[in-house]
């Protein structure tokens, strides 16, 4: 407790070694970008490679540092088959009195995590992924295969004053999804290092009948998004005060190709808290909460966190770099959900270099989440000597993490993000690492 004390209270500590906030004096024009390469290597996934880009026009300089529009691409591959190819648009000038957002993108995942249904009520058992212990199954048990394309087009207009607005969006989604493919995560592989060829927990699930026939290799879901969005931020990318919340309803009908009928409640506040003068320390909150309020959300859909803004390709929920920081990604899946993250965010003051405005920022977190409405599983086809193995019942609470992270930004809108978080509860891993774009919201 005292280092997570510590953790918490470092950006108000450092804060005593700098001067106030200079407003940068290099206002740009024209077109900018910011440049992140991706490299990495993963033993069963192999070498990472590729990189983002994010172009950003200022016009003439008298929005800076808003942007007129943001495009955003990001390609990388891992040597196995698992990528990113995104397209993402920004601009509120492209259409007069609109903000519009596109998306496209298609993500390649050789081995999602998949941990089962309910939080703490699906039991984990890291042992049988440590190639190192006697009760060793497969590094990947906890895996499967999924393939998604998505194409979204989001508009948001005034409804009333300058902080109410509309949100009205079109969405198209396939997901493909398989047993883990271990003949082609073994290539090049050999002894001791090769994956037994053996089920995973996604194979028992389907064999069971816990995922059934209809929805395990995925499917389509278009849909559209609704919603009322109230902000009164005073820059976006990194907030010192204001509030953002917003109410949408994901309705994705059981016609137009869709492969199951629902719709889905999310409803999000987050709040930014100036501490200290000239944005050099904040507090930022949000809350979450998401359900199913009809009809019947596939399982590979679950996870899928709703929002009228997605700054990252992956949008799984809760667990994982944009979520709950430290614990195993997709740890917690339910048909309800709820979730909250606190920061101080500490930034420095702006200094040019290379002709670019820069910035260092450093954040301390909270993270926490849980299911609240629980999936209803069908156990009747679980052999009864594995029931206690993988199911519990009532087992379900708070799975919570803490942190913290560092942030290098350009030109006040290309924030490259390093973030550490470390669980509470050792059944949602040990920690987790993270690189990336932006702050979490």
């Not at 989604?173 to 090769?194: C, E, Q, R, Y």
């Not at 209809?214 to 109230?230: A, F, S, T």
């Not at 990194?238 to 016609?255: A, K, M, T, Y």
Request: with cysteine.
């Amino acid at each position: 407790m005292r280092i997570l004390c510590f953790l918490l209270l470092l950006p108000a500590l450092l804060y005593s070694q700098s001067d106030t906030l200079s407003k940068p004096d290099n206002i740009k024009t024209g077109w900018t970008f910011g440049l992140l390469p991706a490299v990495s290597y993963n033993s069963d996934l192999g070498f990472q490679y590729g990189g983002v880009v994010n172009f950003f026009y200022h016009g003439d300089g008298s929005n800076y540092p808003k942007y007129n529009h943001s495009l955003f691409l990001e390609i990388s591959r891992f040597t196995k088959g698992s990528g990113i190819n995104r397209f993402f648009y920004d601009s509120e000038q492209l259409l007069p009195g609109l903000r519009t957002t596109a998306d496209l993108s298609f993500l390649t995942e050789k081995a999602l995590n998949f941990y089962g249904f309910n939080g703490y009520d699906a039991i984990y058992h890291p042992d049988w992924e440590d190639d190192s212990h006697p009760d060793y199954i497969s590094r990947v048990f906890y895996r499967h295969d999924r393939q998604k394309f998505k194409f979204t087009f989001d508009f948001q207009g005034k409804l009333y004053g300058e902080h109410l607005r509309w949100l009205a969006g079109l969405g198209i989604f396939n997901t493909k999804i398989a047993p883990v493919d271990i003949d082609a995560l073994n290539k090049g592989k050999d002894g001791s290092d090769l994956l037994p060829d053996v089920p995973g927990l996604y194979d028992h699930y389907v064999e069971w009948g816990v995922i059934s026939g209809k929805e395990k290799d995925g499917g389509w879901n278009n849909h559209l998004k609704l919603g009322l969005v109230y902000d009164t931020r005073d820059f976006e990318p990194n907030p010192s005060r204001g509030i953002w919340s917003e109410l949408i309803f994901f309705i994705s009908p059981d016609i137009a190709g869709n492969d199951f009928g629902y719709t889905k409640m999310s409803l999000t506040h987050r709040q930014y808290i100036p501490l200290l003068p000239e944005k050099k320390l904040t507090l930022a909150l949000r809350g979450h909460y998401q359900t199913t309020i009809a009809g019947n959300t596939p399982f590979y859909m679950q996870p899928y966190l709703i929002s009228s803004f997605y700054n990252a390709a992956n949008t799984d929920a809760l667990g994982g770099a944009r979520t709950l920081r430290g614990v195993l990604r997709n740890r917690v899946v339910g048909d309800g959900i709820v979730m909250g993250n606190a920061e101080f965010r500490w930034r420095s003051n702006s200094r040019v270099l290379f002709n670019q405005n820069f910035y260092l920022g450093i954040n301390t977190f909270l993270d926490t989440g849980r299911v609240v409405d629980k999936i209803d599983l069908n156990l009747s086809g679980v052999p009864e000597e594995e029931l206690e193995n993988y199911f519990m019942s009532g087992e379900e609470r708070f799975h919570t993490s803490a942190g913290m992270g560092l942030r290098v930004v350009m030109n006040e809108n290309f924030i490259v993000a390093f973030d550490y978080g470390k669980p509470f509860d050792k059944r949602d891993g040990k920690s987790g690492l993270y690189i990336g774009l932006n702050y979490l919201f």
